[in-house]
């Protein structure tokens, strides 16, 4: 079935808020910086955690009660400067969020991509009011669990969002992966989902609280030996499904860009499981956990990537914008420019 859009005839009407009309090229751009943004804010999350410094600020939407900014002796300067510094770069992910929804709003990308970019906007604002409500619940590990945990949906999202912005809005939809492969796919996104789950109680129940004064309070109350082993096993369950995956790939003559894809998540896989098996024998050092968060948003994006390619559009004709209307209106703004 066809889902291909006919290029309008109709003159573009260029509004004075959208005289603009970015490339394929630059709405790529723009979305990587904000898939690199969504997994670096989790990074400087972690670090927040590991100094100590949740409670640096210990009050939201402002840092102490009365001042939005760090006050001289309310707490360490060091956990004011670290957790302050990770609330300014919301700031930075909502500029890069906004970016990209303008850019594919001067486009005039199809429906799909507008509200893609939406939800990216709308998952930064409330992920800062889920990051307000963990300070003022003083770091319970329920709460820390549920901040981190969206950020990996918006990771995986804004990852689709960057292959879809690559496609022709008039291309056709094309399955190009068979549908066990989907549906093995889709086995091994629940195992990546029970991944971080478990990842996030073996966090609570560690002894990096997110702030020296909170100590164990509010920590999850289990076996750690026990949770990071059900962690490990579940990371292993989704290597299995994922090296099926990536058989399939093979041995369905996929593209090769999708099978690069599917080698480069299985290394990465990999890196992820060693982190995490070090930190196990070294009983969890700091500086191992801003590595291991790391990973674990490159993990998501490629998966994410992966996953994306299982259906896209080919063809087209709208290979400036993406956009039929997009082109025509880069058109029409390169001629006034000229004239």
């Given at each position: ?14 509004k ?132 981190f ?29 068979p ?7 889709v ?51 989704y ?9 399939g ?8 860009h ?31 956990i ?23 559009r ?5 290979t ?20």
């Open positions: 079935m066809s889902t291909s859009v006919a290029p309008s005839s109709q003159p573009v009407k260029l004075p808020i959208a005289k603009w009309a970015p490339t394929i090229k630059v709405q790529r751009f723009l979305a990587l910086l904000l898939l690199i943004f969504q997994g670096g804010i989790t990074v400087t999350g972690s670090i927040v955690r590991v100094t100590g410094s949740g409670l640096g600020c210990d009050t939201w939407p402002l840092c102490h009660e009365g001042s939005l900014v760090p006050v001289a002796g309310a707490a360490p300067w060091i956990h004011q400067a670290v957790e302050f510094g990770n609330r300014m770069l919301t700031f930075v992910l909502v500029a890069a969020a906004l970016a990209v929804f303008l850019a594919v709003l001067g486009a005039k990308r199809r429906k799909e991509i507008v509200v893609h970019s939406f939800i990216q906007g709308l998952g930064i604002i409330l992920q800062a009011v889920i990051g307000g409500i963990t300070v003022l619940v003083d770091l319970h590990w329920y709460a820390v669990a549920l901040h945990l969206p950020s990996m949906i918006l990771v995986f999202m804004a990852a689709i969002l960057y292959t879809r912005i690559g496609e022709p809005d008039d291309g056709e939809v094309v399955t190009t992966f549908s066990w492969i989907r549906t093995v796919a086995i091994g996104a629940v195992a990546l989902s029970i991944v971080l789950i478990t990842g996030t109680m073996t966090t609570g129940a560690g002894v990096h609280s997110g702030d020296s004064g909170v100590g164990m309070d509010g920590r999850l109350e289990v076996d750690i030996d026990w949770i990071a082993h059900v962690h490990g096993y579940s990371m292993y369950v290597l299995f499904f994922t090296l099926i995956v990536v058989a790939l093979y041995r369905s003559q996929a593209s090769t999708s099978k690069k894809l599917g080698l480069m998540l299985i290394l990465f896989i990999l890196v992820q499981a060693g982190i995490g098996i070090l930190q196990y024998r070294m009983g969890v050092p700091r500086w191992t801003p590595f291991h968060i790391a990973m674990s948003s490159v993990v998501v994006a490629f998966t994410s990537l992966l996953w994306s390619q299982g259906r896209v080919k063809g087209g004709s709208a400036v914008t993406g956009s039929p209307e997009g082109d025509q209106k880069h058109r029409e703004l390169s001629a006034r420019k000229a004239a």
